[in-house]
DNA sequence: CTGAAAGCGCTTACAG
DNA sequence: CTGAAAGCGCTTACAG
C-alpha cells in the first residue's frame, strides 16, 4: 500500500528487468537507433514486442529535462479560457498572442485549458509553478474570482478583462464603457431606451451594466424594469425573446443597448417583427464586435474589448512578471473600441 | 566552447554554490517552506535576493518529472493549427475536444501551436516524442503535406481535413463535396454558374474546386473562366471584389458557388449592387458554416466540415494511435453537413 | 538550523 | 553486441 511509484505506468526499467537487458539498450531501441548501435535484430524484437504489449509510455518530462541542457527551456504559459468565448474572441485573441511570439522569437509553449464558467476551481492543483511558468486567465466569474482571491498561487496569474485588486489584468474599464454606451444614447436624444443584458455574467459585464442603468437615470433616460431583459443563452433565440419582450412594451424605446454580439441577430429580427426599421425607429448598439457586422444590413454599431492588445499586453505583462517578481499587481486599462455603423449613429445627433 | 550546460538560465545548484548553502536548501527557501523547515531568516532572505539577481526559473520538466511518481502524468498533444483559421472554426474544434475530454475524464494537456500556412517546417524539430505523445495537424498546405511526407516522426499523427496516404486523417471526401454542390445546382436547373474560389488554398479546397468544375461540365452546367474568380483574401472586400468580376458578364450566372464563408458577406453585396435578387435572380451556396448565416436577410445555404465530430474523432484516434502502435494509417472519413436556407433551396427544383 | 544522498525516468558517452 | 554509470534539475526524507 505504501508504494509510490505510479504502477499505472511501465517505464523501461521494467521492460529491461523483464527481458534482462540494461535500460540503456531498450532505450535505444525504443528510439530507433537499435540497427546504428547494432544491437541483434533478435533482442530488439523482443524489446518491441515487450513495449507493445505493455504499452510503454515514455515520459515526456524525463526527456525533456534530459535534453535541457542542449535545448533551450521554453515558458510554458497556460491559457484558462472559458468555454462559452471558444469562439472568434479566443481566435482574435490567439493571433495577437502568436504574432506576438512571432515577432520578438520567444520561445514560449502554450497550454490550452479551456473551464466551465464558474469552474475555475477545478485546476486548482495545476495552477502552480510545478505546471506553468504562468497563467493568462480570461472570462472568470465571480466566483472563479473569489476562488482566487482565496488562495495564494506561486506562479504570476494575469487576468483578462476583470477588473480586480489583487490580480495582474489587463482590460478595460468597464464602468466608463458602459457610461459612454448611455452618454451615446444621451447626446443621440433617446428618452426610453432599451437593455438587452445576460442573466450568466462576471464583474466586468455587471459594471457595464451597472454604468450604464445610472448613467441612464443621471441623463433622465427611462429604462424602466420593463425595459431590460435578460438572455439566458448568448444566441440568436435568447436575443429575439428577450428582445420582443422589451419591444412588446406599448411606449417603444428608441434604441436598445445589447450586452453580448451573439444576442444581436435576433434583437434584430425581432425589430423587423415589431416593424420597427433600425436605424429610423430604433437604434441598436451592441457589446462585442464580429466581423459580419460589418457588412450585415444593417451594419451594426458596436463596442469591443481590444483583443488583440489584450493578447499583447498580456503576454508582455506575464513575461516581466516571470523574470522578475513584482509585489504590487499591475494593472493595465486600455480604451474599448467603437465602431460606428449603421445601426447606431456617433455622438453628433 | 565544450560548454554543453545552457549557461543561459540559472539553476538551483548555482544559487546554492554562490551563497554556500545546499541546493536542498535553496529548494526550500523557494518553495516557501523556509519558515516551515526553520531556515534561518537570514538565510531564506540571501537566497530570495540571489534568486532574484540570477532571475532565476524553475525548471518545469524536473519539477514535473520529479512529481511524476505522485502525479499521474498527462498524454500531451500537440495542436498544430493554420494562423488563418484561428477563428470560430477552431473555436468549434476545441469545444468538441473540450467535451470529450470532460465527459471521459481524460487527462490530456493539449499545446496549441499556430503555423502560417506552408510554414509548417519551422516546427520540424518540436514534432517528436521528446516534446509531445502525439500531434494533431490542421489546415495544412500541399507544401506542408510534402514536408510531412519527406520527414518521418515518431509519434502519431493525425490530419484535420486532409486526405492522404501516409498519414491518419479526420475528413470528408473532398470530391464528393464538390460533386455535391455541382449537383445541387443541376438539380436545381441552373445552366450558368459561378465559381468564387480562393487562390491559396491546400489539397482539399482544390478537390472540391475540380469536383465541382468537373461535374458542370459533365451536367451541361457552364462554367468558362469568366465565371471563375479567384479571392487573394479570406474577407469580405476579397469577395465583393471576385463577385464584381464573375457578374461583369453579359450573361448573369444564376448561382454562385462560394469556397470560403468569409468571402460570402462581399457576394451578397456584390449581388445588391448588381441589382439581384437571392435567391430569387441567383443562388448563393457557400462552403464553410457560420452562425450568423443562420439570420442574415437572407439566411445562407452552407455545406460545412464536421468541425466537432472531427474533433472528437481526432482525439479518440490519436489516443488509440499513442496507446497501440498502428502501421497502417487509419483514415476516417465523415459526412458534410448541408445547411439549407435561404440563400439556395435543396436538392428539390 | 542545514547538508548529503537518493531518486523521479530518461539518454548517452564510455567501456568491454 | 551490450552493460554500468553519469547526469539532466529538482525535491524530500533522513541525519545531525
Given at each position: ?53 505493455l504499452?510503454?509510455?515514455p515520459?515526456i ?9 542542449e535545448?533551450?527551456v521554453?515558458y ?29 522569437d ?8 479551456p ?89 466586468s ?66 425589430c ?21 457586422f ?10 469591443q ?13 506575464i513575461l ?9 499587481p499591475?494593472i ?18
Amino acid at each position: 500500500m505504501e508504494n509510490k511509484k505510479n504502477t499505472a505506468t511501465v517505464q523501461i526499467k521494467q521492460i529491461a528487468e523483464l527481458l534482462g537487458v540494461s535500460s540503456g539498450t531498450v532505450s535505444i531501441v525504443l528510439n530507433g537507433r537499435g540497427d546504428q548501435m547494432r544491437i541483434s535484430k533478435t533482442t530488439q524484437k523482443r524489446i518491441q514486442d515487450m513495449a507493445k504489449e505493455l504499452k510503454y509510455q515514455p515520459n515526456i518530462y524525463a526527456r525533456r529535462l534530459r535534453k535541457s541542457a542542449e535545448e533551450e527551456v521554453p515558458y510554458i504559459i497556460a491559457l484558462f479560457w472559458r468555454e462559452e468565448y471558444l469562439d472568434d474572441l479566443l481566435g482574435q485573441f490567439l493571433k495577437g498572442l502568436y504574432h506576438m511570439i512571432q515577432q520578438n522569437d520567444l520561445n514560449i509553449e502554450l497550454v490550452l485549458q479551456p473551464y466551465d464558467f464558474g469552474n475555475l476551481e477545478k485546476y486548482k492543483s495545476s495552477i502552480n509553478s510545478n505546471h506553468f511558468n504562468g497563467a493568462i486567465i480570461g472570462g472568470i466569474s465571480n466566483d472563479d474570482q473569489l476562488f482566487l482571491e482565496q488562495n495564494e498561487f506561486d506562479i504570476p496569474i494575469v487576468l483578462i478583462g476583470r477588473d480586480t485588486k489583487k490580480y495582474n489584468s489587463v482590460n478595460i474599464d468597464y464602468y466608463e464603457a458602459g457610461e459612454s454606451c448611455a452618454n451615446l444614447f444621451f447626446v443621440r436624444n433617446h428618452k426610453t431606451v432599451g437593455l438587452l443584458g445576460l442573466s450568466t455574467k462576471g464583474k466586468s459585464v455587471q459594471l457595464v451594466e451597472l454604468a450604464f442603468k445610472e448613467t441612464c437615470m443621471e441623463r433622465n433616460i427611462h429604462i424602466d424594469t420593463n425595459y431590460i431583459s435578460y438572455c439566458a443563452q448568448r444566441d440568436f433565440i435568447s436575443g429575439y425573446e428577450s428582445a420582443m419582450k422589451i419591444l412588446s412594451n406599448e411606449i417603444k424605446p428608441t434604441a436598445i443597448f445589447v450586452m453580448d454580439g451573439r444576442n444581436a441577430g435576433g434583437v434584430l429580427k425581432a425589430c423587423k417583427m415589431a416593424d420597427l426599421n433600425v436605424p429610423k425607429d430604433i437604434e441598436i448598439l451592441v457589446f462585442g464586435d464580429n466581423e459580419y457586422f460589418s457588412y450585415s444590413d444593417p451594419t451594426i454599431t458596436t463596442i469591443q474589448q481590444p483583443m488583440v492588445q489584450f493578447a499583447e499586453r498580456s503576454l508582455n505583462m506575464i513575461l516581466v512578471l516571470i523574470k522578475n517578481k513584482v509585489d504590487i499587481p499591475m494593472i493595465q486599462e486600455l480604451t474599448p473600441i467603437f465602431n460606428f455603423r449603421e445601426s447606431c449613429g456617433g455622438y453628433t445627433a
